[in-house]
């Protein structure tokens, strides 16, 4: 069982930056890739960025490709979002998600482990 806990939400002007943190409990994380996903009000969760168990490897929507970051500290069993250059449209709650798979994936439905998400909100 994995516990992953969100934390670094909240408000922010457009243009400003957030880091979003993960922080995994349980002895696998090393081994798990991560995914970070968002739901905006009255839209489907969607994703956003993953990473593998490595962190050598990462996969970006297109949406937020060259403005945000995703990395991560297996000593800390933590894994980042670097959120940059915020728009108003990516209000929305973020969750963190791990599977059992070292092998990061854009669809949710392969993440076993969900967080219980972090609001951020970004004004105009």
């Known amino acids: 069982q994995v516990q992953l806990v969100e934390s670094g939400g909240g408000l922010v002007q457009a243009g400003g930056s957030l880091r979003l943190s993960c922080a995994a409990s349980?002895?696998?994380?090393?081994?798990?890739?991560m995914g970070w996903f968002r739901q905006a009000p009255g839209k489907e969760r969607e994703f956003v960025a993953a990473i593998s168990n490595s962190g050598s490897s990462t996969y970006y929507a297109d949406s937020v490709k060259g403005r945000f970051t995703i990395s991560r500290d297996n000593t800390k069993n933590t894994v980042y979002l670097n959120l940059n250059s915020l728009k108003p449209e990516d209000t929305a709650v973020y969750y963190c998600?791990?599977?059992?798979?070292?092998?990061?994936?854009?669809?949710?439905?392969?993440?076993?482990?969900w967080g219980q998400g972090t609001q951020v909100t970004v004004s105009s």
């Open positions: 349980g002895r696998t994380f090393s081994n798990s890739g």
């Open positions: 998600a791990a599977r059992r798979g070292g092998i990061p994936t854009m669809n949710s439905l392969f993440y076993e482990f």
